[in-house]
Protein backbone atom coordinates (compact mmCIF):
# COMPACT_ATOMS: atom_id res chain seq x y z
CA UNK A 1 0.00 0.00 0.00
CA UNK A 2 1.48 3.35 -0.97
CA UNK A 3 1.71 5.97 1.57
CA UNK A 4 -1.61 7.93 0.01
CA UNK A 5 -3.93 5.30 -1.47
CA UNK A 6 -6.12 6.55 -4.54
CA UNK A 7 -9.42 6.06 -3.86
CA UNK A 8 -12.20 6.54 -6.65
CA UNK A 9 -16.25 7.61 -4.99
CA UNK A 10 -18.87 6.55 -7.45
CA UNK A 11 -22.29 8.09 -7.09
CA UNK A 12 -25.56 6.72 -9.09
CA UNK A 13 -28.05 9.26 -9.07
CA UNK A 14 -31.50 8.78 -9.97
CA UNK A 15 -34.44 11.25 -8.30
CA UNK A 16 -32.53 13.27 -5.25
CA UNK A 17 -32.60 16.10 -5.52
CA UNK A 18 -33.23 16.90 -1.85
CA UNK A 19 -29.92 14.89 -0.65
CA UNK A 20 -27.93 14.70 -3.52
CA UNK A 21 -25.48 17.93 -2.94
CA UNK A 22 -25.59 16.85 0.55
CA UNK A 23 -24.17 13.77 -0.02
CA UNK A 24 -21.59 14.75 -2.48
CA UNK A 25 -19.74 17.39 0.15
CA UNK A 26 -19.78 14.59 2.10
CA UNK A 27 -17.16 13.19 -0.63
CA UNK A 28 -15.48 16.42 -0.63
CA UNK A 29 -15.42 16.62 3.07
CA UNK A 30 -13.24 13.72 3.77
CA UNK A 31 -9.98 13.76 5.53
CA UNK A 32 -8.55 11.36 3.03
CA UNK A 33 -10.08 13.12 -0.32
CA UNK A 34 -10.46 10.52 -3.18
CA UNK A 35 -8.72 11.10 -6.24
CA UNK A 36 -12.36 11.92 -7.90
CA UNK A 37 -15.96 11.26 -7.66
CA UNK A 38 -17.97 9.92 -10.96
CA UNK A 39 -21.88 10.58 -11.04
CA UNK A 40 -23.77 9.55 -13.39
CA UNK A 41 -27.28 11.36 -13.61
CA UNK A 42 -29.86 7.70 -14.15
CA UNK A 43 -32.34 9.93 -16.03
CA UNK A 44 -33.99 11.34 -13.06
CA UNK A 45 -36.88 13.48 -13.83
CA UNK A 46 -36.48 16.08 -11.55
CA UNK A 47 -33.73 18.80 -10.39
CA UNK A 48 -30.79 16.14 -9.81
CA UNK A 49 -29.06 16.62 -13.10
CA UNK A 50 -29.24 20.63 -12.40
CA UNK A 51 -27.48 20.41 -8.75
CA UNK A 52 -24.99 18.07 -9.78
CA UNK A 53 -23.83 20.11 -12.83
CA UNK A 54 -23.64 23.31 -10.57
CA UNK A 55 -21.66 21.34 -8.12
CA UNK A 56 -19.80 20.05 -10.72
CA UNK A 57 -17.89 24.02 -10.85
CA UNK A 58 -17.63 24.03 -7.50
CA UNK A 59 -15.83 21.06 -6.83
CA UNK A 60 -12.46 20.89 -4.50
CA UNK A 61 -11.61 17.30 -6.47
CA UNK A 62 -12.07 15.66 -9.67
CA UNK A 63 -15.32 15.35 -10.67
CA UNK A 64 -16.92 13.22 -13.63
CA UNK A 65 -20.65 13.86 -14.53
CA UNK A 66 -22.77 12.47 -17.03
CA UNK A 67 -26.81 11.82 -17.49
CA UNK A 68 -27.85 8.81 -19.11
CA UNK A 69 -31.35 7.30 -20.06
CA UNK A 70 -32.80 5.62 -16.98
CA UNK A 71 -31.41 1.82 -16.55
CA UNK A 72 -31.20 1.45 -12.54
CA UNK A 73 -28.20 1.36 -10.35
CA UNK A 74 -26.36 -1.06 -10.73
CA UNK A 75 -26.05 0.02 -14.70
CA UNK A 76 -25.29 3.65 -13.47
CA UNK A 77 -22.59 1.81 -11.38
CA UNK A 78 -21.21 -0.34 -14.39
CA UNK A 79 -20.66 2.99 -16.50
CA UNK A 80 -19.11 4.57 -13.23
CA UNK A 81 -16.91 1.66 -12.79
CA UNK A 82 -15.38 1.56 -16.46
CA UNK A 83 -13.91 5.31 -15.87
CA UNK A 84 -12.42 4.60 -12.15
CA UNK A 85 -8.73 4.94 -11.58
CA UNK A 86 -8.16 4.72 -8.07
CA UNK A 87 -6.49 1.84 -6.59
CA UNK A 88 -9.66 1.33 -4.25
CA UNK A 89 -13.40 1.90 -4.53
CA UNK A 90 -16.05 3.14 -2.65
CA UNK A 91 -19.77 4.21 -4.09
CA UNK A 92 -22.65 6.53 -2.08
CA UNK A 93 -25.89 6.39 -2.70
CA UNK A 94 -27.15 9.53 -3.14
CA UNK A 95 -29.24 10.24 -0.43
CA UNK A 96 -26.51 8.65 2.33
CA UNK A 97 -23.97 10.33 4.04
CA UNK A 98 -19.94 9.42 4.48
CA UNK A 99 -18.58 10.37 8.27
CA UNK A 100 -15.14 12.99 7.35
CA UNK A 101 -13.47 9.81 8.45
CA UNK A 102 -15.00 7.11 6.02
CA UNK A 103 -12.53 7.21 3.75
CA UNK A 104 -8.86 7.64 6.37
CA UNK A 105 -10.50 5.10 8.69
CA UNK A 106 -11.03 2.06 5.76
CA UNK A 107 -7.65 2.61 4.53
CA UNK A 108 -6.48 2.09 8.14
CA UNK A 109 -8.20 -1.06 8.67
CA UNK A 110 -7.37 -2.11 5.61
CA UNK A 111 -3.49 -1.53 6.49
CA UNK A 112 -3.68 -3.87 9.47
CA UNK A 113 -5.30 -6.78 7.87
CA UNK A 114 -3.08 -9.32 5.81
CA UNK A 115 -5.69 -10.06 3.01
CA UNK A 116 -5.79 -8.35 -0.40
CA UNK A 117 -8.90 -10.00 -1.33
CA UNK A 118 -10.89 -7.98 0.95
CA UNK A 119 -14.38 -7.05 1.23
CA UNK A 120 -14.50 -4.00 4.20
CA UNK A 121 -17.91 -2.35 5.51
CA UNK A 122 -18.98 -0.60 8.37
CA UNK A 123 -21.67 -0.01 10.75
CA UNK A 124 -23.95 3.48 10.11
CA UNK A 125 -26.33 6.06 12.02
CA UNK A 126 -30.33 5.62 10.88
CA UNK A 127 -31.15 8.75 9.85
CA UNK A 128 -34.56 10.17 8.42
CA UNK A 129 -35.14 12.50 5.98
CA UNK A 130 -35.10 15.21 7.81
CA UNK A 131 -31.54 14.23 8.67
CA UNK A 132 -32.79 13.17 12.41
CA UNK A 133 -30.48 10.28 14.10
CA UNK A 134 -32.74 7.36 15.39
CA UNK A 135 -29.92 4.90 16.29
CA UNK A 136 -27.63 2.84 14.63
CA UNK A 137 -27.81 -0.22 12.26
CA UNK A 138 -26.40 -2.54 14.58
CA UNK A 139 -29.37 -1.30 17.29
CA UNK A 140 -32.14 -2.48 15.39
CA UNK A 141 -31.02 -5.48 13.04
CA UNK A 142 -31.51 -8.78 14.45
CA UNK A 143 -29.05 -10.25 11.66
CA UNK A 144 -25.05 -9.92 12.21
CA UNK A 145 -22.98 -8.11 9.96
CA UNK A 146 -21.13 -10.23 6.83
CA UNK A 147 -17.64 -11.59 8.35
CA UNK A 148 -15.01 -13.62 6.96
CA UNK A 149 -15.83 -16.47 4.34
CA UNK A 150 -20.06 -16.24 3.61
CA UNK A 151 -20.85 -17.26 0.81
CA UNK A 152 -23.40 -20.25 2.56
CA UNK A 153 -24.37 -17.69 5.19
CA UNK A 154 -25.40 -14.68 2.01
CA UNK A 155 -27.42 -17.46 0.50
CA UNK A 156 -29.43 -18.38 3.15
CA UNK A 157 -30.60 -15.15 3.28
CA UNK A 158 -28.97 -14.29 6.88
CA UNK A 159 -26.30 -11.51 7.43
CA UNK A 160 -26.52 -7.61 6.76
CA UNK A 161 -24.45 -5.11 4.59
CA UNK A 162 -25.17 -1.64 3.76
CA UNK A 163 -23.98 -1.76 0.13
CA UNK A 164 -23.02 1.51 0.18
CA UNK A 165 -20.62 0.97 3.42
CA UNK A 166 -18.09 -1.09 1.10
CA UNK A 167 -15.13 -0.24 0.67
CA UNK A 168 -12.83 -2.89 -1.79
CA UNK A 169 -9.53 -2.61 -4.04
CA UNK A 170 -10.58 -2.00 -7.74
CA UNK A 171 -8.87 -4.75 -9.25
CA UNK A 172 -10.48 -7.45 -6.84
CA UNK A 173 -14.47 -5.21 -7.95
CA UNK A 174 -13.35 -6.00 -11.48
CA UNK A 175 -11.91 -9.70 -10.87
CA UNK A 176 -15.57 -10.56 -9.49
CA UNK A 177 -17.09 -9.08 -12.57
CA UNK A 178 -17.69 -5.39 -10.94
CA UNK A 179 -21.55 -4.62 -11.62
CA UNK A 180 -23.75 -6.37 -13.46
CA UNK A 181 -25.69 -3.81 -15.91
CA UNK A 182 -28.31 -6.07 -16.80
CA UNK A 183 -29.63 -6.29 -12.66
CA UNK A 184 -32.04 -4.07 -11.51
CA UNK A 185 -29.68 -3.23 -7.94
CA UNK A 186 -26.20 -4.64 -7.80
CA UNK A 187 -26.75 -5.98 -3.93
CA UNK A 188 -26.92 -9.38 -3.55
CA UNK A 189 -25.76 -10.19 -6.97
CA UNK A 190 -22.51 -8.53 -6.08
CA UNK A 191 -22.33 -9.50 -2.55
CA UNK A 192 -22.49 -13.56 -3.99
CA UNK A 193 -20.06 -12.94 -6.05
CA UNK A 194 -17.54 -11.17 -3.84
CA UNK A 195 -18.19 -14.12 -1.31
CA UNK A 196 -16.88 -16.76 -3.47
CA UNK A 197 -13.60 -14.57 -4.19
CA UNK A 198 -12.56 -12.89 -0.90
CA UNK A 199 -13.11 -11.73 2.73
CA UNK A 200 -15.32 -9.59 4.33
CA UNK A 201 -14.07 -7.32 7.49
CA UNK A 202 -16.62 -5.39 9.62
CA UNK A 203 -15.38 -2.26 10.89
CA UNK A 204 -17.82 -1.77 14.11
CA UNK A 205 -17.72 1.95 14.39
CA UNK A 206 -20.58 4.82 12.85
CA UNK A 207 -18.47 6.42 10.37
CA UNK A 208 -21.74 6.35 7.41
CA UNK A 209 -25.63 7.75 7.66
CA UNK A 210 -27.48 5.33 6.11
CA UNK A 211 -30.82 7.44 5.28
CA UNK A 212 -34.70 6.27 5.39
CA UNK A 213 -36.30 8.12 2.35
CA UNK A 214 -39.94 6.85 1.34
CA UNK A 215 -39.24 7.20 -1.79
CA UNK A 216 -36.13 5.23 -2.05
CA UNK A 217 -35.32 2.57 -4.80
CA UNK A 218 -34.76 -0.07 -1.55
CA UNK A 219 -38.11 -0.01 -0.11
CA UNK A 220 -39.47 -1.09 -3.38
CA UNK A 221 -38.45 -4.85 -3.43
CA UNK A 222 -41.36 -5.57 -6.18
CA UNK A 223 -38.85 -3.67 -8.58
CA UNK A 224 -35.67 -5.26 -7.58
CA UNK A 225 -37.01 -8.84 -6.44
CA UNK A 226 -36.01 -10.35 -9.77
CA UNK A 227 -32.76 -9.44 -9.24
CA UNK A 228 -32.59 -11.39 -6.10
CA UNK A 229 -33.99 -14.40 -7.87
CA UNK A 230 -31.16 -13.60 -10.94
CA UNK A 231 -28.59 -13.42 -8.30
CA UNK A 232 -29.26 -16.66 -6.62
CA UNK A 233 -29.68 -18.29 -10.47
CA UNK A 234 -26.07 -17.35 -11.33
CA UNK A 235 -24.86 -19.89 -8.36
CA UNK A 236 -26.46 -23.29 -9.40
CA UNK A 237 -23.01 -24.80 -10.01
CA UNK A 238 -22.74 -24.68 -6.38
CA UNK A 239 -25.78 -24.45 -4.76
CA UNK A 240 -27.07 -27.54 -7.22
CA UNK A 241 -30.42 -29.11 -5.54
CA UNK A 242 -30.64 -26.42 -2.66
CA UNK A 243 -31.56 -23.73 -5.13
CA UNK A 244 -34.84 -24.27 -5.49
CA UNK A 245 -35.96 -24.22 -1.50
CA UNK A 246 -33.34 -20.71 -1.77
CA UNK A 247 -35.56 -19.00 -4.75
CA UNK A 248 -39.04 -20.09 -2.90
CA UNK A 249 -37.46 -18.45 0.67
CA UNK A 250 -36.31 -15.24 -1.00
CA UNK A 251 -39.89 -14.79 -3.05
CA UNK A 252 -41.71 -15.50 0.04
CA UNK A 253 -39.38 -12.92 1.94
CA UNK A 254 -39.85 -10.20 -0.85
CA UNK A 255 -43.61 -11.45 -0.81
CA UNK A 256 -43.76 -10.51 3.20
CA UNK A 257 -41.79 -7.17 2.26
CA UNK A 258 -44.21 -6.06 0.00
CA UNK A 259 -47.26 -6.27 2.30
CA UNK A 260 -45.81 -4.70 4.47
CA UNK A 261 -45.11 -1.65 2.40
CA UNK A 262 -48.91 -2.18 1.12
CA UNK A 263 -48.22 -3.09 -2.09
CA UNK A 264 -51.04 -6.00 -2.14
CA UNK A 265 -50.93 -6.74 -5.83
CA UNK A 266 -47.18 -7.61 -6.21
CA UNK A 267 -47.08 -9.02 -2.74
CA UNK A 268 -50.03 -11.72 -4.35
CA UNK A 269 -47.72 -11.77 -7.39
CA UNK A 270 -44.64 -12.57 -4.93
CA UNK A 271 -46.38 -15.63 -3.01
CA UNK A 272 -47.49 -17.22 -6.32
CA UNK A 273 -44.07 -17.30 -7.08
CA UNK A 274 -42.97 -18.42 -3.74
CA UNK A 275 -45.25 -21.60 -4.23
CA UNK A 276 -43.82 -22.27 -7.89
CA UNK A 277 -40.16 -22.16 -6.96
CA UNK A 278 -41.46 -24.94 -4.30
CA UNK A 279 -40.16 -28.15 -5.36
CA UNK A 280 -43.13 -30.76 -4.68
CA UNK A 281 -46.64 -30.87 -4.07
CA UNK A 282 -45.76 -30.96 -0.10
CA UNK A 283 -43.23 -28.25 -0.15
CA UNK A 284 -45.69 -26.38 -2.24
CA UNK A 285 -48.58 -26.77 0.41
CA UNK A 286 -46.09 -26.09 3.30
CA UNK A 287 -45.41 -23.02 1.64
CA UNK A 288 -48.74 -21.82 1.47
CA UNK A 289 -49.65 -22.07 4.77
CA UNK A 290 -46.52 -20.31 5.59
CA UNK A 291 -47.77 -17.49 3.73
CA UNK A 292 -50.59 -16.65 5.03
CA UNK A 293 -49.21 -16.44 8.61
CA UNK A 294 -46.08 -13.99 7.10
CA UNK A 295 -48.46 -12.12 4.90
CA UNK A 296 -50.90 -11.70 8.28
CA UNK A 297 -47.49 -10.50 10.00
CA UNK A 298 -46.98 -8.06 7.90
CA UNK A 299 -50.35 -6.13 7.38
CA UNK A 300 -49.75 -5.99 11.28
CA UNK A 301 -46.97 -4.16 10.38
CA UNK A 302 -48.04 -2.14 7.62
CA UNK A 303 -50.62 -0.60 10.46
CA UNK A 304 -48.44 -0.31 12.93
CA UNK A 305 -46.16 1.97 10.20
CA UNK A 306 -49.36 4.11 9.72
CA UNK A 307 -50.33 4.27 13.12
CA UNK A 308 -46.90 5.15 15.04
CA UNK A 309 -44.84 6.27 12.35
CA UNK A 310 -41.30 4.26 11.81
CA UNK A 311 -39.24 6.44 13.82
CA UNK A 312 -41.42 4.82 17.18
CA UNK A 313 -41.16 1.30 15.94
CA UNK A 314 -37.72 1.90 15.74
CA UNK A 315 -37.62 3.22 19.39
CA UNK A 316 -39.76 0.82 20.55
CA UNK A 317 -37.86 -1.45 19.32
CA UNK A 318 -34.82 -0.78 20.49
CA UNK A 319 -36.60 -1.03 24.05
CA UNK A 320 -38.34 -4.11 24.03
CA UNK A 321 -35.41 -5.92 21.71
CA UNK A 322 -32.30 -5.27 23.36
CA UNK A 323 -30.59 -7.85 22.00
CA UNK A 324 -30.59 -6.71 18.20
CA UNK A 325 -28.03 -4.73 19.68
CA UNK A 326 -25.72 -7.70 19.63
CA UNK A 327 -27.11 -8.71 16.55
Not at 211 to 228: A, D, V, Y
Not at 239 to 258: D, E, F, H, M, Y
Request: a neutral charge.
Amino acid sequence: MTSKPLVSVLMPVYNAQDYVAQSIRSVWDQSHRPIELIVVDDGSTDGSNAIVAELVKQAPIPMQFWRQENAGPAAALHNALQRATGEWVGWLAADDLYAPNFMARNLEVAGSLPQDELILHSSAFLIEADDRKIGTIDEISKEPPFRGRCFDFIVDGHGRMLPSTMFIRRDLLLKVGGFDPEMEVEDTDLFLRLARAGEFHYIDEQIFCSRWTPGSFGKKPWKWGNSTIKALSKHADILGSRLPVLLTKASSNICQNCFEYGEWGHGLRWGAKAVHFAPGIGAKARVTGQLGYRVARAGVRNLAYRLLGRDRLVRIKRVVSPSAQNG
